[in-house]
C-alpha cells in the first residue's frame, strides 16, 4: 500500500528531525540540528498544515527534543542534556558525550516511565564507537556503546526498538519501563534499500521509519515485512510522528543537508494520513 504526503507548510529546514506531539498542550516540536533551533507549531487536524508559533535557538547543534510533563522541555545538545523550563530556563541535567570526542547528540525519545534515550553520532572517522544512553533521575546509564550511527527510538510492548543507521540494522531487546531492566540486544531485521533514520510506533504494534535517501517512510511489522511506504519527495526523509487530536496524521521532517541542488519539497515538514492512529508520546519525568 502506498500513501502520498503533502507539504505542511512552506518553510524549509537544513536537517529537520525529531517531530514531539504534545498531547496535553496540543502542539508540536520539532528540531532542525544544525540550526541549533527547537521549533513549536500548531497542526490543523483538518487541512494537515502546520504553522511555527515559537523557537528556542541554541549555541550548539540540537540532536533532539522532549516534552517534560509541566510543559518545559529537555533539549539534546551537542553533548550535554538541557532542561528548558517552562519560564524559559535552562539548566544543565547532565553530559552524555565526554569533552574532546568529537561525537554530536542525535535522535533520542521518552520511554513509558518517562525516562529519556538519546543516541549520537560521529563527526570523525571513527566508527561503531556511538552511544545509546538514558537519563535516569541525573544519572546517565549507557545501553549500547558500538552504534555506527544511532537513531530512530520506538516501544512496542515490552521491547525497546532502536535503529543503527549506517549498516541498516533495526536492534531490539525486551525493556521493564518500571524497573529500567533491559535484555540482550539481537537484530530484528536490517533495511537493505536507503538507510534507515527516525522511527515511531502505531497502536497496532507495527514500526513507521524514515528511509533517509529513498524519499520515503515505511511501514514495516517488528519482524522486518514491508506493509505500506508513504511517499514524499523528499529525498533525505528523516523522521515521523503521530500527532493530531486522535493522533492519526503523520507528521514528517526532511532536509536539505548534503543535497547540492534540494528541490521544491526538500527540507520541508510533511503531513499524510494512512488509516491507523499512534501511541500516545510520554512525557519526560525528573526523579
Do not use: K
Not at 518553510?11 to 516540536?29: F, I, K, M, T
Request: contains cysteine; negative net charge.
Amino acid at each position: 500500500m502506498t500513501f502520498t504526503a503533502v507539504p505542511a507548510s512552506a518553510d524549509v529546514y537544513a536537517l529537520g528531525e525529531g517531530p514531539v506531539w504534545d498531547a496535553a498542550r496540543q502542539r508540536l516540536l520539532w528540531v532542525d540540528i544544525v540550526a541549533g533551533t527547537v521549533y513549536e507549531g500548531r497542526l490543523d487536524p483538518a487541512t494537515g498544515q502546520v504553522t511555527v508559533t515559537g523557537r528556542h535557538v541554541f549555541d550548539s547543534t540540537v540532536g533532539a527534543v522532549a516534552v517534560a510533563a509541566d510543559g518545559g522541555l529537555v533539549v539534546a545538545e551537542q553533548a550535554t542534556l538541557t532542561r528548558l523550563g517552562p519560564d524559559g530556563s535552562r539548566d544543565e541535567l547532565a553530559r552524555v558525550l565526554p569533552e574532546g570526542v568529537r561525537s554530536r547528540l542525535n535522535d533520542g525519545a521518552v520511554d513509558p516511565a518517562g525516562r529519556f534515550l538519546i543516541g549520537s553520532l560521529a563527526q570523525d572517522d571513527r566508527v561503531g564507537q556511538e552511544v545509546l544512553a538514558r537519563l535516569d533521575g541525573t544519572e546517565v546509564t549507557y545501553l549500547d556503546a558500538d552504534l555506527v550511527l544511532s537513531n530512530g527510538l520506538a516501544w512496542v510492548g515490552d521491547r525497546l526498538y532502536n535503529v543503527d543507521t549506517v549498516p541498516g540494522t533495526v536492534w531490539v531487546r525486551d525493556y521493564d519501563p518500571e524497573s529500567g531492566e533491559t535484555g540482550p540486544r539481537r537484530e530484528a531485521f536490517t533495511v537493505t534499500a536507503g538507510s534507515p533514520d527516525g522511527m515511531c510506533a502505531d497502536a497496532d504494534g507495527n514500526l513507521w521509519i524514515a528511509n533517509w535517501g529513498l524519499g520515503r517512510v515505511e511501514c514495516r511489522t517488528p519482524g522486518g515485512e514491508l506493509l505500506a511506504t508513504v511517499e514524499t519527495g523528499a529525498r533525505h526523509t528523516s523522521c515521523p510522528v503521530f500527532a493530531g487530536p486522535d493522533l492519526d496524521v503523520l507528521v514528517i521532517t526532511t532536509a536539505t543537508a548534503d543535497l547540492t541542488d534540494p528541490g521544491s519539497g526538500d527540507g520541508r515538514l510533511f503531513t499524510a494520513r494512512v488509516g491507523v492512529r499512534g501511541l500516545p508520546t510520554p512525557y519526560w519525568v525528573s526523579r
